[in-house]
């Protein structure tokens, strides 16, 4: 190959690799790619790599893109890192973004872990169990995102963000169990405990508020519904097909992700132009309104009270 050719070549590689990573790339990655110390500072005075962290840049442009500072968070601690934390919950959607720095997590014993600019990084060893890809980023998994957090956030926060990971149908309650196992003497137990008590037993995979509903449902003497059954094209949570009555089971009053927010507003219209009345039920109302729901339930059904 000739030197024009391998370079176009390398190029190429490049800007793959940046594209992966949303814009950036790191000192070794480029290295990897065989490209020279004169290459990279040569780019550098070109202003086609801009530094973002010490041997972190971005590649061919000064605006990162809105996920780029994650990624650069983790090259700038090399294999092995991932975001973890609020970073990691934001990422899988069960806490909303907010200002603050990004949490990465990198292996115990690395040399080179200072702090950097805009990063909070936290000295842990992870097993293979608690590492995770998402949306091409690694990242610790759901499971251990809700453990970590335990120790930052209060309880009202936690149960927020399990309840939203439950209406995303993320939640496995064995996973988290599992997850307390492998972090015993931490202090993320005492309420990783309290919230798995809460949320109930783990029941064949189903989250806590598909195993709560059907206990309501009999407690108050309703008609069996129909459970996790599709209505054009969505997968709705109860269904009294006779009624057309749907009941979705979501965390929206307790923490809310907003572009998910959106999603089910729009088919709620959906169904409801169809003809489909959809009514939501969270732990909150289960727990504090039970008589009032099931009261509405009938009516809206048709049964006299």
């Known amino acids: 190959m000739t030197g024009k050719l391998r370079h176009a070549s390398r ?95 990198a292996p115990c014993g690395r040399q080179g872990l200072r702090r950097r600019k805009g990063i909070w990084i936290h000295r842990c060893k992870l097993t293979e169990e608690d590492r995770e890809s998402r949306d091409g980023f690694p990242v610790t998994t759901l499971a251990r995102t809700l453990f970590d957090l335990a120790e930052v956030v209060s309880l009202d926060e936690l149960k927020g963000a399990a309840e939203e990971a439950e209406r995303l149908k993320l939640l496995r309650l064995p996973e988290l169990e599992q997850c307390c196992e492998r972090g015993r003497g931490r202090r993320a137990l005492r309420p990783m405990r309290r919230l798995i008590a809460e949320l109930g037993p783990p029941d064949e995979g189903r989250s806590p508020l598909e195993i709560r509903f059907p206990q309501f449902v009999r407690t108050h003497q309703l008609p069996t519904p129909v459970q996790n059954v599709d209505v ?66 009938r009516q809206l059904l048709g049964i006299d009270p």
Request: proline letters at 3%; hydrophobic letters at 45%; a positive charge.
């Open 11 to 105: 190029e190429r590689e490049l800007e793959s690799l940046a594209t992966r990573q949303h814009g950036v790339a790191s000192h070794a990655q480029l290295i990897a790619l065989d490209f020279d110390e004169q290459w990279i500072e040569r780019r550098l005075w070109e202003r086609r790599l801009t530094p973002v962290h010490r041997n972190v840049y971005a590649v061919g442009h000064r605006r990162l893109a809105i996920r780029a500072p994650w990624w650069a968070a983790l090259l700038a601690y090399g294999p092995g890192a991932v975001l973890s934390h609020q970073s990691s919950a934001v990422l899988w959607g069960i806490r909303r973004k907010r200002r603050g720095p990004i949490h990465v997590t």
């Open 232 to 297: 054009l094209g969505h997968e709705v949570d109860a269904l009294w097909p006779a009624a057309k009555l749907i009941v979705e089971l979501d965390s929206w009053e307790h923490h809310g992700h907003r572009a998910a927010f959106e999603r089910d507003r729009t088919r709620d219209l959906k169904l409801m132009i169809a003809g489909y009345r959809t009514i939501r039920v969270t732990h909150r109302r289960l727990d504090r309104e039970a008589r009032q729901l099931a009261a509405e339930i």
